[in-house]
């Protein structure tokens, strides 16, 4: 088999697929490496939020078309209280299988002759003088003109670079598809508040949902054994009574990285190999679509104007500084209060007084709005939201 190719991507996850995607469009040779069997299942909310389903768009596969369910917000759930955040009125989030979108992007990437992907586990980059221009595998040898990280949270490949990572954190996670009658079809994903767990219930169609709960080791070691019995003992307890298990249970350690930069030694960093976010924001999926599409045209300013290579990466660097400084507030506020049962019924009982405010937070989130649409103002006239929807 040919060994080079004008772009190498390392991991075919929701990054490396939606880039090779694009650049495929341009009948741009790539190379992606994959070390799993292709495409890889693994722990996930499956909740891809507007900004996503906009970027999924984008990238030129229509959400919609693919099976799921659209969901138009959040339906929280603490030990006492119950409210309900909406997105904006044009702004749709949509559940779908992780398996699903993962089998459509490959499919669609490779379905542009000149993408290959080839099952082999990168293990350190190749440099010709000090840029990355090439990937050692186990099975062999690859070279590019460019080379892209897309191998997900710990990015062994920018470890093995030397580019530095900053570690914050750690989420234990579990996941266990459902079939609950209607539940497929609910229009908002359930959010559970029960510290240490934190548990998002997803409608991805067909009657199913995808119970995923995320929690510390203490709690991960408690429920592994009997997640089934977890969520019937659960204020969630009734969806779950009658409900048949549709998928094998996973579970996953999760840690958080921040890197200090999202490209270095001439190679991109993209989605979560740039940086992670807490999964209780929702957000990683999106923020893998939208950085493949940055990457997207720093390659192809890299590929067409090569002397202007380093200006394509300080501006590929500037775009996802920008991405993930409107995140990392928002990060740190919900993993604080997520993580205690009183500071959750906190959170839940200001979403329920301020709930214009909270629905304007949700869209600095889930659509990336600026902070400045939020109504601070409105904090002064607390209201209260009165239960509707499907749930
Ligand atoms: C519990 C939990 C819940 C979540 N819930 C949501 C949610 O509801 N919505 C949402 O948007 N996001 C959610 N996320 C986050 C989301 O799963 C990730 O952000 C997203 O998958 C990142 O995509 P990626 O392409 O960057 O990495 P990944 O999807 O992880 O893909 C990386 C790929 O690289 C491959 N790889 C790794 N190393 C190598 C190597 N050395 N050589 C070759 N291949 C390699 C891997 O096998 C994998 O296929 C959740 C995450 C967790 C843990």
Same mark, same amino acid.
């Given at each position: 088999?040919?060994?080079?190719?004008?772009? #190498? #991507?390392?991991?075919?996850?929701? $990054?490396?697929?939606?880039?090779a995607?694009?650049?495929?469009?341009?009948?741009?040779?790539?190379?992606i490496?994959?070390?799993?069997?292709?495409?890889? &299942?693994?722990v996930?909310?499956?909740?891809?939020?507007p900004?996503?389903? $906009?970027a /999924?768009?984008?990238v030129?596969?229509?959400?919609?078309?693919?099976?799921g369910? &659209?969901?138009?917000?959040?339906?929280?759930?603490s030990?006492?209280?119950?409210?309900?955040?909406?997105?904006?009125a044009?702004?749709?989030?949509?559940g779908?299988?992780?398996?699903?979108?993962l089998?459509?992007?490959? =499919?669609a990437?490779?379905?542009?002759?000149?993408?290959?992907l080839l099952?082999?586990?990168?293990?350190?980059?190749?440099r010709?003088?000090?840029? #990355?221009?090439?990937?050692?595998?186990?099975?062999?040898?690859?070279?590019?003109?460019?080379?892209? $990280?897309a !191998?997900?949270?710990?990015s062994?490949?920018?470890?093995?670079?030397?580019?530095?990572?900053?570690?914050?954190?750690?989420?234990?996670?579990?996941?266990?598809?459902?079939?609950?009658?209607?539940?497929?079809?609910?229009?908002r994903?359930?959010?559970?508040?029960?510290a240490?767990?934190?548990?998002? /219930?997803?409608?991805?169609?067909? !009657? =199913?949902?995808?119970?995923?709960?995320?929690?510390?080791?203490?709690?991960?070691?408690?429920?592994?054994?009997?997640?089934?019995?977890? /969520?019937?003992?659960?204020?969630?307890?009734?969806?779950?009574?009658?409900a048949?298990?549709?998928?094998?249970?996973?579970?996953?350690?999760?840690?958080?990285?921040?890197?200090?930069?999202h490209?270095?030694?001439?190679m991109?960093?993209?989605?979560?190999?740039?940086?992670?976010? &807490?999964?209780?924001?929702?957000?990683? #999926?999106?923020?893998?679509?939208?950085?493949?599409?940055y990457?997207?045209?720093?390659v =192809?300013?890299?590929?067409?104007r090569p002397?202007?290579?380093?200006?394509?990466?300080?501006?590929?660097?500037?775009?996802?500084?920008?991405?993930?400084?409107?995140?990392?507030?928002?990060?740190?506020?919900?993993?604080?209060?997520?993580?205690?049962?009183?500071?959750?019924?906190?959170?839940?009982?200001?979403?329920?007084?301020?709930?214009? =405010?909270a629905?304007?937070?949700l869209?600095?989130?889930?659509?990336?709005n600026?902070?400045?649409?939020?109504?601070?103002?409105?904090?002064?006239?607390?209201?209260?939201? &009165?239960?509707?929807?499907?749930?």
């Amino acid at each position: 088999m040919d060994s080079t190719a004008e772009v #190498i #991507i390392v991991g075919a996850g929701m $990054a490396g697929l939606a880039l090779a995607m694009q650049l495929g469009r341009q009948g741009r040779p790539v190379l992606i490496l994959e070390k799993a069997a292709a495409p890889r &299942d693994k722990v996930c909310g499956e909740g891809l939020m507007p900004l996503g389903v $906009a970027a /999924l768009a984008r990238v030129g596969l229509e959400p919609g078309e693919l099976p799921g369910q &659209d969901f138009l917000g959040l339906l929280y759930r603490s030990g006492r209280q119950e409210t309900l955040l909406n997105f904006g009125a044009a702004a749709q989030g949509r559940g779908i299988r992780r398996t699903v979108l993962l089998e459509a992007l490959q =499919t669609a990437a490779l379905g542009y002759s000149t993408v290959r992907l080839l099952q082999d586990e990168a293990i350190a980059p190749l440099r010709e003088g000090g840029t #990355i221009r090439g990937v050692r595998g186990r099975g062999g040898e690859y070279r590019g003109q460019v080379v892209v $990280a897309a !191998d997900g949270v710990q990015s062994r490949f920018a470890h093995a670079a030397g580019l530095p990572m900053r570690p914050y954190g750690y989420r234990m996670g579990l996941r266990r598809h459902y079939r609950v009658p209607g539940g497929g079809t609910w229009d908002r994903v359930r959010i559970g508040l029960f510290a240490p767990h934190d548990v998002y /219930l997803t409608p991805v169609g067909e !009657d =199913t949902v995808l119970a995923t709960t995320m929690t510390t080791h203490a709690g991960y070691d408690a429920v592994k054994e009997n997640y089934g019995d977890f /969520l019937r003992a659960s204020p969630f307890g009734g969806i779950f009574r009658g409900a048949e298990p549709v998928s094998e249970q996973m579970g996953w350690h999760h840690p958080l990285y921040a890197h200090r930069g999202h490209q270095g030694q001439g190679m991109l960093l993209v989605g979560d190999a740039g940086g992670s976010l &807490d999964p209780c924001l929702g957000m990683g #999926i999106s923020l893998a679509l939208l950085t493949a599409q940055y990457a997207h045209e720093a390659v =192809t300013a890299m590929l067409e104007r090569p002397e202007e290579r380093a200006q394509a990466l300080n501006k590929y660097e500037a775009a996802c500084q920008q991405l993930y400084r409107h995140y990392r507030i928002f990060d740190y506020i919900f993993r604080f209060m997520v993580l205690s049962k009183a500071r959750g019924e906190l959170l839940m009982w200001g979403m329920r007084h301020w709930p214009e =405010t909270a629905d304007a937070i949700l869209g600095a989130v889930a659509e990336c709005n600026p902070w400045r649409g939020i109504p601070w103002r409105s904090l002064l006239f607390p209201g209260r939201r &009165d239960m509707v929807g499907k749930g």
